[in-house]
């Protein structure tokens, strides 16, 4: 599902594709995982299912801006099993996709590890200009793809050894102009998992990854993990963790990030959810929250890694749980999209700063 809404939270349109996953044996399975905006169109990125085929397609949609009307649909289709487009960027006349094929199930997947990452380029018209299957040791996807200065760089959770044992780690791709492979490196620490959901590329040109991990000072659950890489150098200049920001007990409590922006100022800012998923359940006398509800949590973080800000968003009556942020770059607004029990599932939640 796509929608659309203006600068007062109301629907101008909604576009869905696919059926319910609810009864795998009658599903499509179609998923949307990225889009990105060019002009009036809208370039959205997911899994399509093929009825005839009976597997999930890579695809391609594009969507107008003004209506939410199929401009037309394209299905990466060379590869016989299952897979997705789960990240889109525009660059000039360029669609540059990453995600994975040949995967044996079909469906949402948390990370699809067991699968081939791919990246592709599409014309504006919807045309396969390349189609690139990656051998990385340990890549099964790639979970988001950026611009940066000399070409672009991917990023996904893959695994690793370390420690005598496989874990799960950050993942480095750097992709030429023409989408072949010039490096690839992992991160993770020994004694737990590193998974990471977004990057951006700074003002410096270095990058910032996001996502989660069970390992470092202080880690007792899920706790967001923050990567800061030297484009340059390749190395890791700061690791941070954050979590528990309404004081419950760490043990129970999961902080979740799944996206990562630049403010006006060039600040890093980090999103995702914190919530409990066990039995335990408590509440806080002083504020009134219960640590079953889920927030969306956001910290802003300055670019030599000291913290800024955090703060926690939604409603005590639900979940409002933050899946993803995009930033104003004029006004320095948030926009935070929520997976909502309050506001009917595709949840919008604006912030403004102070």
């Not at 540059?96 to 590890?113: E, H, K, M, R, S």
Request: negative net charge; hydrophobic residues 35%; proline residues 2%.
């Amino acid at each position: 599902m796509v929608r659309r809404i203006d600068n007062d939270g109301k629907t101008v349109w909604t576009y869905i594709v696919g059926d319910s996953h609810t009864n795998a044996a009658k599903s499509s399975f179609s998923i949307g995982y990225s889009i990105a905006q060019s002009g009036d169109k809208l370039y959205v990125g997911g899994g399509i299912w093929q009825k005839q085929s009976n597997v999930m397609m890579p695809a391609v949609i594009a969507l107008d801006v003004a209506t939410g009307s199929v401009v037309w649909t394209k299905l990466l289709d060379s590869q016989p099993k299952n897979g997705g487009v789960r990240s889109v960027i525009v660059d000039g006349g360029r669609i540059i996709c990453t995600g994975y094929v040949n995967d044996g199930q079909a469906g949402f997947l948390f990370v699809a590890d067991e699968a081939t990452p791919a990246v592709w380029e599409l014309d504006t018209s919807g045309n396969l200009v390349t189609e690139k299957l990656l051998s990385v040791d340990g890549l099964g996807q790639g979970a988001k793809i950026r611009k940066d200065t000399t070409g672009y760089i991917m990023t996904s959770t893959a695994w690793a050894e370390i420690s005598r044992q496989e874990r799960n780690h950050a993942a480095l791709v750097k992709l030429s102009d023409s989408l072949d492979v010039e490096w690839s490196k992992m991160f993770g620490m020994a004694g737990g998992e590193s998974q990471v959901f977004d990057m951006l590329v700074d003002k410096e040109g270095n990058y910032l990854l996001g996502g989660h991990t069970t390992v470092g000072s202080g880690v007792v659950n899920w706790d967001y993990l923050a990567l800061k890489v030297n484009s340059q150098t390749r190395d890791v200049e700061w690791r941070k963790t954050f979590g528990q920001p309404r004081g419950f007990d760490a043990r129970y409590i999961h902080d979740e990030m799944y996206s990562v922006a630049l403010d006006p100022a060039g600040n890093y800012l980090l999103l995702g959810g914190s919530g409990d998923e066990y039995s335990y359940s408590a509440t806080d006398s002083a504020t009134g929250w219960q640590s079953d509800v889920w927030v969306s949590y956001l910290v802003a973080v300055h670019t030599n890694g000291s913290t800024l800000s955090e703060g926690v968003y939604g409603k005590k009556g639900g979940n409002n749980a933050g899946e993803w942020l995009s930033v104003d770059a004029n006004t320095g607004e948030v926009m935070i999209y929520t997976d909502s029990d309050t506001d009917g599932g595709f949840g919008f939640m604006k912030l403004t700063p102070n």
